[in-house]
């Protein structure tokens, strides 16, 4: 069956960079591969609702949804390692949250009820 899984998670201090991976598989189902699906990047703060903050459709098509992670988060998308990629550069402590990653097919949405599959999370902790 379809799955997706989070890696890359850790303990970062402010300023700092991590790269979150995403890791697709059993998009196998004849006119479902993964190529057609749009992976979208959420998280989720302590006591907060989880917000989208960008998907990818194809290979380069991007969606921005967070304004809070604007030119210090960028998503990316290898396809012949259905792998999502999500690189975080200079670092705050509100960043500190649980990272998912979500397929949905076809179309980007932020609302989490539109996913069709979810990672389990990666923890990202940003502290000194």
């Known amino acids: 069956s379809a799955a997706a899984r989070e890696s890359g998670g850790g303990l970062v201090q402010p300023g700092g960079s991590l790269r979150l991976s995403c890791a697709a598989s059993?998009?196998?189902?004849?006119?479902?591969?993964?190529?057609?699906?749009?992976m979208t990047w959420f998280r989720q703060a302590p006591g907060k609702e989880r917000e989208a903050i960008s998907c990818?459709?194809?290979?380069?098509?991007?969606?921005n949804y967070a304004d809070s992670v604007k030119g210090r988060f960028t998503i990316s998308r290898d396809n012949a390692r259905n792998t999502v990629y999500l690189q975080m550069d200079s670092l705050k402590p509100e960043d500190t949250a649980v990272y998912y990653c979500?397929?949905?097919?076809?179309?980007?949405?932020?609302?989490?009820?539109?996913?069709?599959?979810w990672g389990e999370g990666t923890l990202v902790t940003v502290s000194s």
């Open positions: 059993g998009f196998t189902a004849p006119g479902l591969t993964l190529d057609v699906y749009t």
């Open positions: 979500a397929a949905r097919f076809l179309r980007c949405s932020n609302h989490v009820n539109d996913m069709n599959y």
């Open positions: 990818i459709r194809g290979a380069d098509i991007v969606t």
